[in-house]
Nanobody, 126 residues
Framework: QVQLVESGGGLVQAGGSLRLSCAASGRTFSSNAMGWFRQAPGKEREFVGGMSWSGRRTTYGDFVKGRFSISRDNAKNTVYLQMNSLKPEDTAVYYC???????????????????WGRGTQVTVSS
């Protein structure tokens, strides 16, 4: 089992930045591919970005367009989502997810992840 806890969300003005953190506990974190998803009110959950277990590969949703970046610190069992140039349409609950098995990166679908955090709210004002 892996427990995930997101933090770092909040209210920010358009054009601002936030860094979300996802702290993992439980089984070995360094062997998990990690992902970030988000869900806005009335919309389906969508893929934001993901990182391979090694940290050498990343992939992002099309809407990111170079604004967000994922990193991980295996020594701290933490993965980060740095979000820059935020827009009001980025307002959503952001979820961290972990995959428990290997496979073929990238993993962009919800069903490809086994563990989920409870999410952190990000609100971007115009």
């Amino acid at each position: 089992q892996v427990q995930l806890v997101e933090s770092g969300g909040g209210l920010v003005q358009a054009g601002g930045s936030l860094r979300l953190s996802c702290a993992a506990s439980g089984r070995t974190f360094s062997s998990n591919a990690m992902g970030w998803f988000r869900q806005a009110p009335g919309k389906e959950r969508e893929f934001v970005g993901g990182m391979s277990w090694s940290g050498r590969r990343t992939t992002y949703g099309d809407f990111v367009k170079g604004r967000f970046s994922i990193s991980r610190d295996n020594a701290k069992n933490t993965v980060y989502l740095q979000m820059n140039s935020l827009k009001p349409e980025d307002t959503a609950v952001y979820y961290c997810a972990a995959r428990s098995t290997g496979g073929a990166f990238p993993y962009t679908r919800e069903y490809e992840y086994d563990y989920w955090g409870r999410g952190t709210q990000v609100t971007v004002s115009s």
